[in-house]
């Protein structure tokens, strides 16, 4: 059972990036799946979630109307399109999911210290938006 997120790089100020969240071991659509991102010397923040089967998604207001997380169950992969980037976006992004008691709920606890305790955590990419 294992994440892998990949995608990030170096932009400039107002452009776009893609970033891909695969999973191996495991169906991808069968959980709820959320993005966090960490940037240097603040707290890890979660941003972005999207449930399970009906793939309602949620957003934090530092990246809502910005940021789109979709899934695409045939390659088992969900993504984070991330539009007009700024350089406050600048952090390391993961994507992470639970399979012990937040299994059926990381959608409503991954905005909350509660995320710690997510079982199962990808390895991290790099955004870097800088001019």
């Known amino acids: 059972v294992q994440l892998q997120a990949s995608g990030g790089g170096l932009v400039q100020p107002g452009e776009s990036l893609r970033l891909s969240c695969a999973a191996s071991?495991?169906?991808?659509?069968?959980?709820?799946i959320a993005w966090f991102r960490q940037a240097p010397g603040k707290e890890r923040e979660g941003i972005s979630c999207i449930k399970r089967r009906d793939g309602t998604t949620f957003y934090g207001l530092s990246v809502k109307g910005r940021f789109t997380i979709s899934r695409d169950d045939a390659k088992n992969t969900v993504y984070l399109q991330m539009n007009s980037l700024k350089p406050e976006d600048t952090a390391v992004y993961y994507c992470a999911t639970d399979f012990g008691r937040f299994r059926n709920a990381v959608c409503t606890y991954y905005a909350y210290t509660y995320s710690a305790d997510f079982s199962s955590w990808g390895q991290g990419t790099l955004v870097t938006v800088s001019s």
């Open positions: 071991g495991f169906t991808l659509g069968d959980h709820d």
